[in-house]
């Protein structure tokens, strides 16, 4: 209720520290807004450091509508939000209609993901905004504290499928073999 935090056991070294409260926002300490631009806060062996304060404002939001080509929504897909450096700073999924709202954001530009796996929809592709195949391609989207950032929407393609059977050199079935796809 202080608001005064103690965080304990930690191996010395240098931290990134990230702060984020239900009614505000996120940062990272001092006043940053990714990962890459946290300031480090040294740890010592057996002792405390001190003076690692944080004052907080409103976040902002990203929300939008994901769907299928024909305008159809797709429920359950995980809508992940990435700071610039990469780091996952919040998620949700899509409700009945299609829609999400991610709050509490830093005031910056993040990236998008339209995770597709998470959804008992049909099998669809995942993607990052707009329309990417990869967070590095992936596009900032601009935040503002205290404001909603809206139509950051998604069309969903169908996703393909690749099947075969695993077998050893006599013809047996090879139970429990895996097999992995890579783009080329």
Not at 42 to 71: C, F, N, R, W, Y
Not at 133 to 158: D, F, H, R
Request: cysteine-free.
């Amino acid at each position: 209720t202080s608001g005064h935090y103690v965080m304990e056991r930690l191996r010395p070294g240098s931290y990134a520290l990230r702060i984020r409260a239900l009614a505000l926002g996120t940062e990272w300490y001092d006043a940053e807004t990714s990962l890459a631009d946290a300031h480090p806060v040294p740890v010592e062996s057996g002792q405390t450091t001190p003076g690692v304060d944080a004052v907080l404002s409103a976040g902002g939001t990203i929300s939008g509508l994901v769907t299928d080509a024909l305008g159809n929504p797709i429920s359950g897909v995980s809508v992940r939000i990435y700071d610039p450096s990469g780091v996952m700073l919040f998620s949700t999924y899509t409700n009945s209609a299609g829609n999400y709202s991610v709050g509490r954001l830093p005031a910056t530009g993040l990236k998008v993901q339209f995770y597709a796996a998470s959804s008992t929809a049909t099998n669809f592709v995942s993607e990052y905004y707009p329309d990417k195949p990869s967070l590095a391609e992936a596009e900032l989207v601009a935040v503002s504290a205290g404001q909603i950032t809206s139509g950051i929407n998604a069309v969903l393609e169908p996703a393909g499928w690749i099947s075969g059977t695993v077998t050893d050199g006599a013809g047996a079935p090879l139970e429990g073999a895996k097999v992995f796809a890579h783009s080329t």
